[in-house]
């Protein structure tokens, strides 16, 4: 008797949404809170000291990632995609434990100087390991979604995951406030991440049960990352890897640094270092319903080129006034509308672009490009906080703001116009037209309810189209 694969996927999918929620516990209640943990365990070093290992941090972080990635993706032909995801997810949620111990170990004054050095190991294990899944599971994903709903149904899933890392994020903010009045913020910080490990655990068991297409890997579809960089400059798909990895890089000089400048230079509670934080990500849930529907209906490309002119301006925004409610309703506003634009466009455009025996690799090694961007950018800015004498006035955050936020617009400016769109998409009428949706806020949020997934493999069509416009598509 014939299994029925549609109900199969679309439990899956369901699932999916489910196991999604589990992860965004843990990076709610852990990933969220590492730099402030850094902090802690380093509340008695010299402030230059400080702010070069919280640069290490980001960076390393940023590069074990995608060689992770990398090295993935030759295990697909040896393992099923689940296996691989499975494993990852398993060994990811242990890692924890030695992280917690850390604390201890600061607590009872064991080996202090060497515990901001193990803490970057630990946690760069923990994305490694996490990343190791990422590529099998991006095509497990792509086997599973509708090519039609990839932009509604990627939008409704990042809502409720969103949802879920708020709610998790603002109770853990409140938590560690309770701790750190009560003298026991590494309690705090402990329990959180024994949270964070229990949810992982369970995305592990949810994802047993996520029904799997047997992937069928063609003859030669294998092509190494040296093969990719040489075809970066001919190639539509290879300007967009590199464009990516660029702005990571712009973006990376400063992204470590706004948690520090909040808890160390304005000194605000872990209340409101969450609340800031988590405002970007209500006003991403508010602008995703929009995102969805223009990406699917005036393609990827477009909402890639509106966003990345307004990503610059998050670095910028943030050289304005420190008081909290600016940087709430300001930076964080800009930074979740358009971020969330950004981050959409950038997902579906490797489906777009991609053939699915190859998005895997795709994947990979466009996310090695981003992690070295993320590497080197997060090392400059250490380097920069550090060793740089003059800020012109500003102090040293302001002034590492600033470098990013110009960074940023020069890279947008040269690579941006150079990105071609990959599949028929409708020309859309003025754009303010459109924008009206960002503005309606009772319209955006009446759509944060369940969702279903999304993937696309090149039609035909969209084949001929591409040679058309002459725009070689990369491993097409």
Not at 319 to 329: I, K
């Amino acid at each position: 008797m014939k299994k029925n694969t549609n109900g199969s996927r679309a439990d899956a999918l369901k699932i999916s949404i489910k196991e999604g929620s589990a992860g965004s516990v843990m990076n709610g209640v852990g990933n969220s809170f590492i730099t402030p943990y850094a902090l802690e365990l380093m509340k008695n070093f010299p402030v230059q000291t400080t702010n070069i290992y919280i640069g290490f941090l980001s960076s390393f972080v940023g590069l074990v990632s995608p060689i992770s990635q990398i090295f993935s993706t030759k295990f697909m032909e040896r393992l099923s995609r689940k296996k691989i995801v499975l494993y990852g997810v398993f060994f990811q949620a242990l890692i924890w434990i030695p992280i917690i111990l850390l604390g201890i170990m600061q607590y009872f004054g064991l080996w202090i100087d060497y515990l901001p050095g193990l803490l970057i190991f630990l946690y760069s294990l923990f994305v490694a390991i996490g990343a190791f899944a990422t590529p099998a599971w991006f095509s497990w994903m792509g086997d599973l979604v509708p090519e039609s709903k990839r932009g509604r149904y990627f939008s409704r899933r990042n809502r409720i995951i969103g949802v879920v890392s708020i709610i998790s994020m603002l109770i853990a903010g409140f938590l560690l406030d309770f701790f750190k009045t009560k003298g026991l913020i590494l309690f705090g910080f402990a329990l959180l991440f024994s949270i964070g490990m229990i949810a992982r655990i369970y995305s592990f068991f949810l994802l047993r049960k996520q029904y799997s297409p047997k992937l069928v890997l063609k003859d030669g579809y294998y092509f190494s990352f040296w093969q990719f960089l040489k075809k970066l400059p001919e190639s539509n798909f290879g300007k967009f890897s590199l464009y990516l990895g660029l702005m990571y890089f712009a973006v990376s000089i400063a992204s470590p640094f706004f948690n520090v400048y909040m808890l160390n230079q304005l000194n605000l509670s872990y209340v409101w270092f969450t609340i800031i934080n988590l405002s970007a990500s209500v006003f991403s849930l508010i602008a995703l319903p929009f995102w969805g529907k223009f990406a699917d209906k005036y393609g990827n490309r477009r909402m890639l080129l509106i966003c990345s002119f307004f990503v610059p301006l998050v670095a910028l925004l943030w050289m304005g006034p420190g008081n909290v409610w600016y940087l709430f309703f300001v930076p964080s506003l800009i930074s979740g509308i358009f971020w969330a634009g950004f981050d959409l466009a950038a997902f579906n455009f490797i489906y777009d672009s991609v053939r699915p025996e190859h998005r895997a690799l795709c994947s990979a090694y466009t996310n090695m490009l981003i992690g070295i961007g993320i590497f080197a950018g997060s090392a400059l800015g250490g380097l920069i906080a550090k060793f740089i004498p003059f800020t012109f006035g500003l102090g040293i955050f302001l002034f590492i703001f600033l470098i990013s936020g110009i960074a940023r617009f020069i890279i947008a400016l040269i690579f941006v116009p150079q990105i071609k769109e990959v599949r028929p998409v409708k020309k859309p009428p003025l754009l303010l037209k459109e924008l009206r949706y960002l503005s309606n806020y009772e319209h955006s949020l009446h759509h944060i309810k369940l969702p279903f997934m999304h993937l696309p493999f090149l039609t035909s069509l969209e084949r001929k189209n591409l040679q058309k416009t002459k725009n070689l598509k990369l491993f097409g």
